[in-house]
């Protein structure tokens, strides 16, 4: 263990450029083999922030060889003792949280004070919640035959290659390597183009406590450093988070290769408000669940509220005031709600849909929040979030998932029918509903088709239950000790023959 720690470094410029042109390989922070990088943009104002190393067969090489050395002493430790440093490292990421906040920032666009923060607290939260499970990793004893003792053991799978994306990176990375960990894995993360920077500063800060080899990072584009890495000989296991089309790749390569895989891809998740539902919670609940304050850059995001006639109008009057009330403006400043896309191509994407649903019959786009004035953000990719009325669950902008802040309410009469347009989707990650009548409620938790339903809430991801998605959304789950013992270990049936 490292006597001397890195102290936190509060400029995220200064912490940018430490980090640039950097993989983290066996212990250390090293360029890619070819000598390649590519550029880092700061989406508030599309200039230049730093280097990411242009990772490929060779990097995964390297990182995977190193992972597998680390895990023939790793899986050794005893569960409690690997439990112990993944929870220190959670202390770590803690005195290291603002500093991690104001990079995420930077990197991605997204606000400090309501997401930035609020995500690095989850990045240690979900270090300290499974650093605390490492002896709960149980086998079980089955009644076989009287004269054989028969046991289960949980026992690691080897090197886990992690593939994550941009929206929350440091969220989503814990929530594959802490449980990986402490199962006594290695892992090999592959960070996404748009944000490697972050998430490799918390791969630097944690290589202070876990051995060398036990954690790596590499950054590069996907066909280049994340192929390569699903189809590495040593690599055990895959858990991705992204898009259905990459899911699909990854999972035909994992198939071929017989690995198992876990898919968290995406949503266009149903909020379904009743009559009866108490309409200002249920207001503030659409502006948590849709992530106005992540841009909608979120695959849980409710991007399809359904309202009872009797309160469509009011429902829609009362959100457009509220995401109108919401600054838009520099996400390292502690006055904005809302920051900025994460890149051009993104942003594109989102007013493409905005576009397309403008074009469409009987639309209404309520267009929301002013776009900032500062001149330092000129070129920004800023866009003013967009509450659509008058579309049909049928039209195109309700049901392809468009990952900005676009949200279509929908008008319904009937309980029924509503049930049946919220499950006629490709996706089935996440559902809420809205009601005081606890026969409604639970009758729409059991037929919701979604891996995830909540009633008169909508909470983000929480480290100790399951979370993931049924139909195109995915497959698997992941936090939880489930997600820990399910996905992250093999089961080896034991008999002892006592005759
Ligand atoms: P998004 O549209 O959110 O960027 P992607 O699915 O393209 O979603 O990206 C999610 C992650 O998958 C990123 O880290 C990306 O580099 C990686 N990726 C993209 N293509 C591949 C691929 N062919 N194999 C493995 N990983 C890939």
């Excluded at 791969?203 to 996907?222: A, D, E, R, V, W």
């Amino acid at each position: 263990m490292a006597e001397q720690r890195l102290e936190p470094i509060l400029n995220p410029v200064d912490l940018a450029k430490s980090l640039s042109g950097q993989h983290f390989i066996d212990g250390a922070l090293v360029p890619a083999r070819s000598g390649e990088c590519f550029d880092v943009f700061n989406p508030a104002t599309q200039k230049v922030m730093g280097q990411a190393a242009k990772g490929n067969a060779d990097d995964v090489d390297a990182a995977v060889k190193s992972a597998a050395a680390a895990q023939k002493e790793w899986k050794k430790r005893p569960a409690r003792e690997r439990g112990k440093l993944i929870a220190d490292c959670g202390l770590v990421l803690a005195a290291h949280a603002d500093e991690l906040a104001r990079l995420i920032a930077l990197e991605t666009g997204k606000a400090l004070r309501t997401e930035s923060r609020v995500e690095t607290g989850v990045l240690a939260d979900a270090f300290t919640f499974y650093g605390g499970l490492g002896s709960e990793l149980k086998g079980e004893t089955v009644p076989f035959n009287p004269s054989m003792l028969t046991v289960t053991l949980r026992e690691p799978l080897g090197v886990v290659g992690a593939i994550i994306p941009w929206n929350v990176p440091l969220m989503l990375m814990a929530l594959k390597i802490a449980p990986a960990l402490v199962a006594g894995n290695t892992v090999v993360v592959k960070s996404a183009e748009e944000a490697p920077l972050t998430v490799l500063r918390v791969c630097q800060l944690m290589n202070q406590i876990l051995p060398k080899g036990c954690f790596n990072i590499l950054s590069g584009y996907g066909p280049e450093c994340g192929a390569p890495l699903v189809e590495h000989p040593e690599i055990a296991k895959i858990t991705f988070t992204g898009s259905v089309e990459t899911g699909k790749i990854v999972n035909r390569t994992a198939a071929e290769r017989l690995i198992p895989v876990t898919l968290e891809l995406g949503g266009k998740s149903p909020m379904i408000i009743m009559a009866d539902a108490d309409l200002d919670r249920a207001v503030a609940g659409a502006v948590s669940g849709m992530r106005f304050t992540r841009q909608g850059q979120s695959c849980t995001a409710s991007s399809r509220i359904f309202v009872h006639d009797s309160l469509h109008d009011a429902f829609v009057s009362a959100l457009t005031e509220k995401v109108n009330a919401m600054t838009m403006g520099d996400p390292l400043d502690d006055g904005t709600d809302i920051g900025c896309i994460i890149s051009p191509e993104q942003l594109e994407k989102v007013k493409g849909y905005i576009d397309l649903g403008k074009n469409t019959a009987n639309a209404v786009a309520h267009e929301c929040s002013a776009l900032p004035t500062d001149p330092a953000l000129q070129d920004g990719l800023f866009v003013r979030p967009v509450i659509f009325t008058g579309l049909t669950n049928q039209d195109r902008i309700c049901r392809e998932e468009i990952f900005g802040p676009v949200t279509c309410v929908i008008r319904f009469k009937d309980y029924d029918e509503v049930i049946a347009m919220a499950n006629d989707s490709d996706f089935g990650l996440a559902a809420t509903i809205w009601t005081k009548d606890l026969k409604t409620a639970m009758d729409a938790t059991q037929r919701l088709e979604a891996g995830f339903v909540q009633v008169n809430q909508n909470l983000v991801v929480q480290p100790n239950l399951s979370y993931g998605g049924i139909k195109q959304s995915g497959m698997g789950r992941e936090a939880s000790l489930e997600a820990m013992l399910e996905y992250f270990t093999e089961k080896k049936t034991v008999i002892i023959n006592m005759t």
